[in-house]
């Protein structure tokens, strides 16, 4: 008998962790902070975002400078919730797939194109030049401004990557660095976008990702946010 309530207790012990670890299995979050430079003016951005693998949902809390929650699936259903009003904004468009976000591809190892294929550009070239391997993307005839991408790869990561117009100008430049491992998955710390908006002026937008977890998630995380329901469409 002492035995069988032994038993019993060490099961009900290990019931929430078995549970939570059913309920986080393959998820990932990650803290972002993006400073954007444009016309000498700076704007800073911070959220945290919340990945399940499973599901292809991404859960992103946006908390400066303004609060939102942004809902979105595989399927290009997203959701944006404002706590402030208690408002919400529907909307439903496969490029807002979440299979189109860069941390689906970085953590799901499909970095090889970053998506390009899907979206209609042909691999046309690739070369080798002292140790990096730099592959040449064309762009579908639908895109009217890029017309080539260029992407350098070492070590089967991308670190820069270069879009082209149709007269070879250089429209936007980006750089990924700072790559750290993770479970099963690398992905860079920090990207640094370059956008040429003409010939004086740029725009220079810095993401730097921080305590990215796959396990031992806050009690406060929103991986199951349920959006209040008496929440009003917005605008």
């Known amino acids: 008998m002492y035995k069988s309530r032994l038993f019993a ?22 803290s972002q902070e993006t400073q954007v430079l444009t016309k000498g003016t700076k704007s800073i951005f ?18 400066y400078p303004v609060e939102f929650i942004k809902m979105a699936n595989r399927l290009g259903e997203t959701k944006i919730y404002f706590p402030g009003t208690n408002t919400i904004t529907i909307e439903q468009n496969q490029s807002l797939s ?19 294929s899907k979206e209609g550009f042909k ?19 639908s895109l009217k401004v ?10 089967v990561l991308p670190i820069y990557a270069e879009y082209l117009g149709s007269d070879k100008k250089i429209l936007k430049k980006i750089y990924y ?8 998955f ?32 806050p009690d406060n995380n929103y991986f199951n946010f349920i959006i209040p329901e008496n929440a009003k469409i917005g605008n």
């Open 9 to 30: 207790v060490i099961i009900l012990t290990l019931v929430p962790d078995c549970f939570l670890f059913s309920q986080y299995k393959d998820c990932v979050s990650v």
């Open 46 to 63: 911070r959220c945290d975002i919340f990945y399940n693998k499973e599901k292809d949902a991404i859960v992103t809390h946006h908390y």
């Open 186 to 217: 690398r992905i860079p710390l920090r990207i640094t976008e370059i956008s040429f908006d003409s010939k004086t002026d740029s725009t220079i937008r810095l993401s730097v990702f921080s305590d990215v977890r796959t396990k031992e998630f």
């Open 146 to 155: 890029v017309n080539m991408i260029k992407i350098v790869f070492k070590e």
């Open 123 to 141: 691999l046309v070239n690739t070369t080798r030049e002292e140790g990096l391997v730099v592959t040449y993307w064309q762009a579908p005839a």
């Open 98 to 116: 979440t299979t189109n976000e860069l941390l689906y591809y970085f953590i799901n190892n499909k970095v090889s194109d970053l998506g390009l």
């Open 177 to 184: 660095s700072r790559y750290t491992d993770y479970e099963s």
